[in-house]
């Protein structure tokens, strides 16, 4: 049950930070692109490909104990944190000399690491909000008091609302209503009725209960509580669509007016909602899933006042929870990190006060890490290895014995109009009207949640703007957006190791040049290839082309549905088959991008591998990864990406070029017989 974010296919989701250094770094730290001594040279390539490159990587990096997992992506993010850090500590320590944008981050950091004066506060910030709830004297009162809450605390309780583009007209942007965050990661929490399910959801309602109960309720009425809001979150589980079936846009595109959505919920008035927003004069909304909304209104017309209310006052102390005193942050850790994800110490504050200066004012932070660490000279290199790769995707395109000449013609068409977005936004973001207090931390929080909300609110009815970026630039991620129709690569993740400047072009296409593939390949996998050049959902494949793609795209989650993750849970394949695909595409389009590159150049072996033999094992390298079991089985239920060993070996596999690479025989394990092996694009 998660809310329609923008349709963001990203390439990996970064797990971690490194064990807590004790102070921060004052310039970033350099690890080559191709680690020999990360690899395990005394396993088979032939046989394990993964362990090959990555045994030595996972023996030496144990998993911090802050940590639910620990990967090279993780030591990435580590090292831009322990950089932004030394930044934000400089800024929050001066009194003159900091232009508009660089106090705010530093006094923004300065109030959440000072740990005492929250501690002192405790609850008091929380105190307003539960008050407000408190104050209702009717359901009619509700559409007012979740305005109020959507827009400070958490815009997801009950329903979610913002805004974003039109599925069937990219250029407009029109309002959505979505689903709510529920308190569980997934639907399937609440529907599952195997023993660790059943025992999750007691520990779920006991950390409800102990939440109510240092917002004030007595333990008798906050067990009671607790009872009735699983009760309510699972009635509005089983009308939620799953994630395999979220991936289908189809299925998430239901727009009406304002009378169609009163006429989902006739227990909420939509009209005294939006004019508490402010929003009084929408008239044109997504309603992502009806089935849900009429669940909602089912439960509102049953609940009593009174569970509305506990309803409210949970998810708002759930949202709350990490800005207030001691005794709410580690109630909050103790269930959503070290019970759900496996995670045995917090995190220091200072990783903690980094990150949340980064969701609230990524791009003010985003200049000070820009202007240190991403030159005009590494954007280029950047934006060349990009064009080749979609030269590669052209001529792949164009190669294709199974895709018609029409189709072919609307794939380039598409593959023409993709935006390439490098390092950071052509136009920086305005902050000026956020407030930021030195001595309020909790104050920062609810202010920013306003900033964002209205800000988000406010593009309903206005031009789309494309320059818009949907990550900060210190995000060691990249992603496309399939209604922008454009690939985005942080400066964050062109940084060593994923992107190595020093290094042979071989490790460097396998790393970052599969990854530049991989976002491309995004707008042609089973759910981008359904919106066209100009990000509009709309089928311009011929029929017997998209058959054609679906029995290519069947063999991808034929293979990796045979992988398991952890325990007896094998790989939801359907979830997973966007992003193996983009991987194994990827990785082609970088080989073919990479021969192109070298092309009459003679090349040496370095460090006793051929350069062919870096190609792989440079791809191979940026997935090294330790997870806990905790984590691998939240993953199996909500992560669209494979587990790191079969995001490498299910791709070699796939490619004849790796075999050859390293003498692979017939009968090995990462040699297929050529009439099993897996190719789209």
């Known amino acids: 049950m998660r809310n329609f974010a923008p349709l963001l296919l990203a390439f990996s989701i970064g797990t971690a930070f490194a064990q807590s250094p004790d102070a921060p770094l004052t310039a970033l730290p350099y690890t080559p692109g191709l680690d020999v001594s990360a690899m395990d040279k005394s396993a088979d390539p032939c046989e394990d490909f993964y362990q090959y490159s990555c045994g030595g990587w996972m023996k030496n990096n144990p998993i911090p104990a802050d940590q639910s997992a620990w990967s090279v992506y993780g030591k990435a993010a580590q090292d831009n944190q322990r950089f932004l850090w030394g930044i934000l500590a400089t800024l929050a320590a001066q009194d003159t000399g900091r232009n508009a944008a660089q106090q705010k981050i530093g006094d923004y950091f300065a109030a959440c690491m000072d740990e005492n004066t929250v501690n002192q506060r405790g609850a008091a910030p929380l105190q307003e909000y539960l008050s407000l709830i408190g104050g209702m004297t009717a359901k009619q009162d509700l559409p007012r008091v979740l305005a109020r809450l959507h827009t400070e605390v958490a815009n997801s309780m009950l329903f979610g609302f913002s805004s974003n583009q039109d599925l069937g007209d990219s250029s407009q942007v029109i309002a959505f209503a979505t689903t709510a965050d529920a308190g569980l990661p997934d639907r399937d929490y609440y529907l599952k009725n195997d023993a660790k399910s059943k025992t999750m959801r007691a520990k779920y309602t006991e950390h409800i209960a102990r939440s109510l109960e240092l917002a004030g309720d007595t333990p008798q009425a906050a067990r009671r509580a607790a009872a009735a809001i699983l009760r309510f979150e699972t009635a509005l589980a089983k009308a939620s669509l799953s994630r395999v079936d979220q991936r289908d846009p189809y299925k998430l595109f239901h727009k009406t007016d304002l009378k169609g959505l009163q ?196 593009k309903i009815g206005k031009p789309l703007d494309r320059s818009e970026w949907g990550m900060t630039p210190p995000t060691v991620n990249a992603y496309y957006n399939p209604q922008m129709n454009d690939i985005n690569f942080p400066a964050g993740v062109l940084q060593p190791p994923l992107f190595d400047a020093k290094m042979d072009d071989a490790p460097n296409y396998g790393n970052t040049g599969g990854t530049i593939g991989h976002e491309l390949i995004h707008g042609f996998d089973d759910e981008g290839r359904q919106f066209d050049a100009k990000g509009n959902l709309k089928d311009w494949w011929a029929k017997q082309d998209a058959k054609a793609f679906n029995q290519r795209a069947q063999c991808i989650v034929d293979q990796y549905a045979q992988y398991t993750i952890v325990d007896d849970i094998k790989i939801n394949s359907k979830l997973t088959l966007g992003e193996d695909a983009a991987d194994l595409g990827g990785l082609v389009l970088a080989w073919m991008a990479w021969k192109t590159e070298i092309a009459n150049k003679v090349l040496e072996n370095r460090d006793g ?73």
């Open 609 to 681: 591998l051929t350069p062919e033999q870096r190609f792989f094992v440079g791809t191979a390298q940026w997935t090294c990864e330790n997870e806990r079991p905790e984590r691998l089985r939240v993953n199996a239920l909500t992560n669209p990406h494979s587990p790191g060993k079969y995001r490498i070996n299910g791709l070699v596999v796939n490619m004849p070029e790796f075999a050859k690479a390293f003498s692979c025989k017939p009968g090995q394990a990462m040699v297929k017989p050529k009439d099993k092996l897996c190719r789209v694009w």
């Open 263 to 458: 006429a989902m919920t006739p227990a909420f008035s939509w009209k005294d909602y939006l004019q508490a927003l402010g929003m009084g004069g929408a008239n044109s909304f997504n309603a992502t899933e009806p089935a849900y909304l009429r669940a909602l209104n089912k439960g509102l017309q049953q609940l009593s006042l009174d569970d509305i209310k506990t309803y409210l006052r949970w998810h708002t102390t759930r949202a709350m929870a990490p800005f207030l005193s001691q005794d709410f942050v580690a109630e909050n850790f103790a269930f959503y990190h070290k019970t759900l994800l496996g995670t045995p110490e917090q995190k220091p504050r200072w990783k903690r006060c980094v990150q949340l200066v980064d969701q609230q004012l990524g791009e003010a932070l985003g200049q000070e890490f820009v202007s240190r660490a991403f030159s005009p000279e590494l954007k280029e290199k950047t934006l060349h290895m990009t064009r080749q790769i979609e030269a590669a995707m052209e001529q792949d395109i164009n190669a294709l014995a199974w895709m018609s000449e029409p189709t072919k013609a609307r794939a380039r068409e598409k593959l023409h109009a993709v935006a390439n977005k490098i390092g950071y936004p052509d136009t920086w973001r305005d902050y000026s009207a956020y407030e930021v207090k030195r001595g309020d931390f909790a104050g920062n929080v609810v202010r920013g949640s306003a900033f964002e909300v209205r800000r988000q609110l406010d």
